[in-house]
């Protein structure tokens, strides 16, 4: 099956979330900028899951320019992704209207991890499908920076119940981690 048709979808999916997102950023009821101060945690959440949802869509962009063609368990590995990213919108607005208390945001941190889990289980079934010495297989390595993501979510998820700068600080860590595109997709793209 062709990828086109699963990278509109994924593209309108991840439009859809961003859009949630942002209606989420209810307008304040004065003029004065000091109106403004009762948001900021709302906005806050919104720029870190903004950039998280961002740094999906583009590597996925790249992950998929990989790739010529789809499998069944591609297709199910990717809508497995979506649906957790679909939840992100859901817990950035549960964590900024409690100004990051504790629980919503060690729920925002498990459903990062397992929007991670998501991406690992979906580059796994490219690699399977492509083949263990194709140009994503080796391009995906031992995959350190996943792993490494994967424990701060963790950490983050702990450090919510007991120090939730320290928890909000590893989130925007691990999305610093990520900003820039990943590299290693990009090369196999001109290698395929």
């Excluded at 806050?44 to 320019?65: A, D, E, P």
């Excluded at 992100?88 to 397992?114: D, I, K, Q, R």
């Excluded at 920076?145 to 702990?158: A, E, N, W």
């Amino acid at each position: 099956m062709d990828k086109n048709r699963l990278e509109a979808f994924s593209d309108g999916v991840i439009a859809i979330i961003i859009t949630i997102m942002v209606l989420e950023l209810k307008v304040p009821h004065g003029s004065e900028l000091a109106d403004l101060r009762p948001l900021i945690p709302v906005f806050l959440s919104y720029v870190l899951s903004f950039v998280y949802v961002g740094i999906y869509w583009n590597n996925h962009h790249h992950l998929l320019h990989t790739i010529s063609h789809v499998t069944g368990g591609v297709l199910w590995a990717n809508l497995h992704l979506l649906f957790w990213l679909s939840l992100v919108p859901f817990t950035t607005g549960w964590m900024g209207e409690n100004h990051f208390s504790s629980v919503p945001l060690a729920l925002y941190g498990f459903v990062l991890l397992m929007c991670a889990f998501a991406w690992w289980v979906l580059q796994t079934r490219m690699v399977a499908m492509q083949g263990r010495q194709s140009p994503l297989a080796l391009a995906v390595g031992r995959d350190l920076k996943g792993k490494i993501s994967s424990v701060l979510y963790l950490v983050g998820i702990v450090s919510a119940f007991f120090n939730g700068h320290f928890s909000e600080a590893v989130y925007v860590l691990a999305a610093v981690l990520w900003l820039v595109p990943d590299r290693r997709f990009e090369k196999a793209t001109h290698a395929g």
